[in-house]
């Protein structure tokens, strides 16, 4: 009766109004998922090396190297509009 208050109970929380067929069929789906992940715990990973991406992953981006860049009134001299040295932007939020 408890797992059935759990699918109830989740089904509020979610704002989804279940009929009784579907809180039974949703409780069969998950009384599967948890026996599958009961079946997993018995799995021993003790010799498996923690990973955070299935893949191997490496940084693509060039290195990060100084160099020289415009000044500041080179930057302001594209600007549509400027005052006390900062580019003016339109305003987007009212």
Do not use: C
């Amino acid at each position: 009766m408890s797992d059935q208050f759990d699918v109830r109970y989740v089904a509020q929380l979610s704002r989804l109004d279940l009929s009784d067929a579907e809180i039974a069929k949703f409780q069969s789906q998950l009384g599967q998922v948890l026996a599958h992940v009961e079946q997993l715990r018995g799995v021993d990973v003790s010799d498996v090396q923690a990973t955070a991406h299935a893949n191997e992953v490496s940084n693509v981006f060039r290195a990060d190297e100084p160099r020289d860049w415009f000044d500041q009134p080179t930057a302001l001299k594209n600007a549509p509009r400027d005052a006390n040295g900062l580019i003016i932007v339109p305003k987007v939020i009212e």
